[in-house]
């Protein structure tokens, strides 16, 4: 499994960006995906998920904000960040695991996840 993510950069107060990541070697009905971030200086944290059967999770910071999708026909996984805020500035990850981790309790746990991208950085001034 490899996963690519893409559609980081910089941008001000109250944009937004979307960040796509494109899955090889991985079904979208094997697992569930996720969105992680880690901030300089601070531990990463789970920003949204998404189920097999699409079913989505988000963050309390992130709720109303994000929006987390996928295109199962090109296997890639999608978060659309709008309003953004200075404390979203993080690297941003992409991560995939096994099915019946992405419930309400266990979706933000990171060591749940198995397989993780390499990350784009997102920087919002």
């Known amino acids: 499994v490899q996963l690519v993510e893409s559609g980081g950069g910089s941008v001000q107060a109250g944009g937004s960006l979307r960040l796509s990541c494109t899955a090889s070697?991985?079904?979208?009905?094997?697992?569930?995906m996720g969105w992680f971030r880690r901030a300089p200086g601070k531990e990463r944290e789970g920003v949204a998920s998404?189920?097999?059967?699409?079913?989505?999770n988000y963050a309390e910071n992130t709720k109303g904000r994000f929006t987390i999708s996928q295109d199962n026909a090109k296997n890639t996984l999608y978060l659309q960040m709008d309003n953004l805020k200075p404390e979203d500035t993080a690297m941003y990850y992409c991560a995939i695991a096994p099915w019946g981790y992405c419930s309400s309790r266990k979706w933000a746990i990171d060591t749940n996840y198995n397989h993780w991208g390499q990350g784009t950085q997102v920087t919002v001034s």
């Open positions: 998404i189920d097999h059967d699409g079913s989505p």
């Open positions: 070697g991985y079904r979208h009905t094997d697992g569930c």
